[in-house]
């Protein structure tokens, strides 16, 4: 079983800054790419930024310059440091990770975390 746990959401400032961060646990043989997407009331949801196991990045337009995604391999973690937030980037955050357990080591599996809410406020 896997498990992906996000933290780091809250109220935040407009201009302001926080760093979400992303742990999967479990019965891991190997992570893929990790990412973070994003969900607005009434809206679908939407890449943030991806990374690959080698390092790789790949972001949305709107958070270009302002969204920095790292991972930390060894401890099975994704961050996502974001600056400069706006209203805009008012959503519940998902962390998403591409997996291949013990229970499934020929699949590689998308697994999802819970969300955390980030708001910011004017």
């Known amino acids: 079983q896997v498990q992906l746990v996000e933290s780091g959401g809250g109220l935040v400032q407009n201009g302001g800054s926080l760093r979400l961060s992303c742990a999967a646990s479990?019965?891991?043989?190997?992570?893929?790419?990790m990412g973070w997407y994003r969900q607005a009331p009434g809206k679908q949801r939407e890449l943030v930024a991806t990374?690959?196991?080698?390092?790789?990045?790949n972001y949305a337009d709107s958070v270009k310059g302002r969204f920095t995604i790292s991972r930390d391999s060894a401890k099975n973690t994704v961050y996502l440091l974001m600056n400069s937030l706006n209203s805009e980037d008012t959503a519940v955050y998902y962390c998403?990770?591409?997996?291949?357990?013990?229970?499934?080591?020929?699949?590689?599996?998308?697994?999802w975390g819970q969300g955390t809410q980030v708001t910011v406020s004017s």
């Open positions: 479990g019965s891991i043989l190997r992570v893929y790419a």
């Open positions: 990374i690959t196991s080698e390092g790789s990045t």
């Open positions: 998403k990770a591409e997996i291949t357990s013990r229970t499934t080591p020929l699949f590689i599996l998308a697994y």
